[in-house]
């Protein structure tokens, strides 16, 4: 089945349900930390009976991110949905030209592009990876398990760093991947590396140094890291071409890629060497798909990042994980790392060589449970009363 030959859907209604998950371990950044995960989940129902569900992973403060829970709901409510409904979709890459008017505001967008690209599969009785695959050259179809890594947040010590991560190896993880932050560095990567010399090991700083500490981040070469992730400012390019070519460690690039043509911008100046690809960053799976195509033919590694998505966020970057081109560990951990429950079902579980399985259903092959997103519903409704909008989802029969 090509692309011209997909079933249409044509979008009916929209609704959005903010919901709050306890998380079994918090996850310390440079940004500090938040007892809850908040998301937006987007329920889609099409002319057709068919529903697709998507999710907007914002956060409560704007941190990682300028979108907040608050201006995710507002958007979305008064300027991206009325913008779907009533569309006849043949394909989900119709859908950011619909919202270009609309400028900005990522990870409001991925979750309707989403939610429509999941209906689109199920639509189609197909898993949403191979959905993904037929806008791809041949010999991209996908694979029935992604490769996964974990990631630690900032711990107190560096022996409780160590507990943690023997912890992951022994459930399977293969790839580690830390937090630091100035001060929580060089002193933790001696530390762990004393004891742990041969596992496949990454750093992620998420914006935390400046150009003027490139002296002091030389010093992390020494540990024979698979990457340092996003060492400078989270909307920078060009400090960072001067600090790749500095050091022998790969630079990779986060926050500051939005689009396919900020990765090739990055590659040109020579600013890193990887490319963290998080689909919400990035405004959706039409630019994701972009930004594959180039890593593919410009050889460059690509890894799929996250955002403490719940199952229906994590099943559907899984299924993007789940591509060749895909040549580096993702952080799509298991359920159990973050949730218990999730939202939805069936979880996701760590196989043998740090792989998860892909969903073989149609469309994210997860379901939404009703009593859960009301819980979780209801938690944001008490936790955060003022951010309730006047408009969210009914409940779920």
């Known amino acids: 089945m090509t692309v011209a030959e997909l079933k249409p859907v044509t979008i009916r209604s929209v609704q959005l349900y903010p919901v709050a998950l306890p ?15 908040a998301a937006i989940l987007l329920r889609l129902e099409t002319v057709e009976g068919v529903t697709g569900w998507g999710e907007t992973s914002a956060e409560i403060n704007p941190g990682y991110s300028a979108e907040t829970m608050g201006t995710s709901l507002h958007v ?32 409001a967008k991925h979750g309707l592009e989403a939610a429509v690209w999941d209906a689109l599969a199920r639509q189609n009785g197909l898993p949403l990876a191979q959905l993904f695959a037929r806008y791809l050259p ?32 022994a459930e399977g993880y293969g790839r580690i991947k830390l937090k630091i932050k100035p001060g929580w560095d060089l002193e933790l990567a001696r530390g762990v590396r004393a004891t742990l010399p041969d596992i496949t090991l990454m750093l992620d700083a ?19 890291l698979l990457m340092v992730e996003q060492p400078l400012a989270w909307d920078d390019i060009y400090e960072h071409s001067k600090l790749q070519p500095q050091m022998r460690s790969d630079i990779c690039l986060d926050e500051s890629i939005h689009s396919a043509n900020d990765a090739r911008l990055a590659l040109e100046l020579g600013a890193c060497r990887i490319i963290n690809l998080k689909p919400a960053r990035v405004s959706g799976y039409t ?19 996250g955002l403490l998505e719940t199952g229906v966020g994590r099943a559907a970057n899984l299924a993007f994980a789940s591509l060749p081109g895909v040549t580096l560990p993702s952080d799509i951990s298991a359920t159990s790392r973050y949730y218990d429950p999730d939202i939805s079902e069936p979880a996701f579980e ?48």
């Open 23 to 37: 998380l079994v371990e918090r996850l310390g950044t440079s940004f500090g930390n938040e007892p809850f995960k």
């Open 76 to 107: 979305l409510q008064e300027f991206l949905v009325p913008r779907v409904l009533g569309k006849c979709v043949r394909s989900a890459t119709e859908i950011p030209p619909l919202l270009a008017q609309v400028r900005g505001h990522p990870l």
């Open 138 to 169: 041949a010999g991209h179809e996908p694979r029935d398990r992604a490769l996964v890594g974990v990631s630690i947040g900032i711990q107190p010590t560096v022996a409780e760093t160590l507990g943690i991560i023997e912890k992951r190896l």
């Open 206 to 224: 998420n914006s935390a140094y400046t150009l003027r500490d490139a002296e002091h981040l030389r010093q992390l070469d020494d540990f024979n």
């Open 287 to 305: 630019e994701s798909l972009a930004i594959y195509r180039f890593c593919m033919e410009n050889q460059v590694p690509l890894w799929i990042g």
């Open 350 to 397: 760590l196989e043998s060589g740090s792989r998860i399985r892909v969903p073989r259903g149609p469309g994210i092959g997860v379901e939404v449970q009703p009593d859960r997103l009301q819980e979780a519903m209801q938690r944001w409704r008490e936790r955060y009363p003022y951010r309730v909008p006047a408009l969210q989802g009914t409940p779920l029969s």
